[in-house]
């Protein structure tokens, strides 16, 4: 049910008043969620019911530092607000503190003021939070203070720069700090879930953090070109371009944006190997809905890599698109390890082969 739901919420124009009319507390969680969400909203639908609501409040908190980061144009009052929001989960001895208000925004559109709404209504996430237990909380807690220090050194980070991320170490850092502390967190709470110790080691953590570069570079190179005209750019090779529209017909602009997305690409998909091992190290049973959404996380990124190799000019490769397609080849990894290991086999041999390959 939760998983139609999402497929036919729509992104673009939330019903804003049915959404602020929501009084229920885990009800507000899940008719939030598709609008706070993209790919990951059907993933964690996909999930099992205990694993489920912590990953879905977990990712609404993540959603409403996004949205400070995203929506305070004052760097001294973005990054207070991060540091404050991190700091009301400090003891969490069962209540939390008001989140912090958001006065001032750049607002642009319904999605937009959506994140707003889920801002406000943070009470009713809380509420769903308090009801874990004192091992979830702890892993929901961790993630989210995790994330706020790192916005506000990508918010630092970006502006000391005037807008650009210089080397491939702080860009690697700054997909360590939106993504792969997100993986880190869904490892920590399968493993819970499991009744195992929630702690990685070392390399599996090196490993969760490298999964998560790969997926952020997804929206990275995603959004070359919007990231420019706002005046930000994760490669020096634009640096000179801040604050220009790639659309006006400049060959030579596009032709730069083209081959930074390319690069970033190629950067993405040499990260792939580490998506099986994570998989590996989570050691799901012999039927899992948890591995197939594993699955699915990863099939909604090769579907996205294969557009970015066509825009980036770049041989892709076959694999399903539609939604029909990408449910019918994830559904039968819940019963089969043998058929999720060929997918994610399938996936990482063309990542692989995709990224090496010579274009010249």
Not at 41 to 70: F, G, H, K, N, Q
Not at 127 to 141: D, H, I
Not at 206 to 228: F, H, S, W, Y
């Amino acid at each position: 049910m939760l998983i139609v739901r999402d497929l036919y919420a729509s992104r673009e124009r939330p019903d804003l008043q049915a959404l602020e009319a929501i009084e229920d507390a885990e009800a507000f969680v899940w008719a939030i969620l598709p609008h706070a969400a993209r790919t990951f909203s059907a993933c964690i639908a996909l999930l099992p019911a205990r694993s489920a609501l912590p990953a879905a409040v977990a990712y609404l908190y993540c959603r409403m530092l996004d949205t400070y980061e995203d929506l305070v144009p004052d760097r001294v009052a973005r990054e207070e607000a991060l540091r404050c929001f991190g700091a009301r989960f400090d003891g969490c001895d069962g209540r939390l503190g008001p989140a912090p208000e958001i006065h001032v925004s750049s607002d642009r559109d319904d999605r937009d003021r959506a994140h707003l709404l889920l801002v406000r209504r943070a009470p009713l996430v809380d509420r769903v939070f308090l009801s874990f237990g004192e091992g979830t909380r702890r892993v929901v807690r961790d993630l989210v203070q995790d994330m706020a220090d790192g916005m506000r050194w990508s918010s630092a980070s970006f502006e000391e720069a005037g807008g650009v991320l210089h080397g491939d170490d702080r860009l690697s850092t700054y997909c360590r700090h939106v993504l792969g502390n997100p993986v880190v967190f869904s490892v920590r709470l399968m493993r819970l879930q499991q009744g195992v110790p929630a702690e990685l080691t070392a390399s599996e953590r090196e490993d969760a953090m490298r999964v998560g570069e790969m997926v952020q570079l997804a929206n990275i190179t995603r959004d070359v070109e919007k990231d420019l005209r706002r005046g930000i750019t994760y490669d020096t090779a634009l640096q000179h371009d801040l604050g220009r529209d790639a659309a006006n017909g400049d060959r030579a602009l596009m032709e730069r944006c083209r081959a930074v997305r390319e690069r970033l690409l190629r950067m993405a998909l040499l990260r792939a190997p580490s998506y099986a091992r994570i998989i590996d190290a989570l050691r799901f049973p012999r039927w899992s809905v948890a591995r197939a959404s594993a699955v699915l996380m990863l099939l909604f990124t090769e579907r996205y890599f294969r557009g970015c190799a066509r825009r980036a000019g770049l041989a892709t490769w076959q694999g399903p698109n539609s939604i029909f397609g990408l449910f019918t080849r994830t559904l039968p990894t819940t019963f089969s390890e043998r058929r999720a290991k060929h997918e994610i086999t399938r996936v990482e041999a063309a990542f692989l082969l995709a990224a090496r390959q010579d274009y010249a």
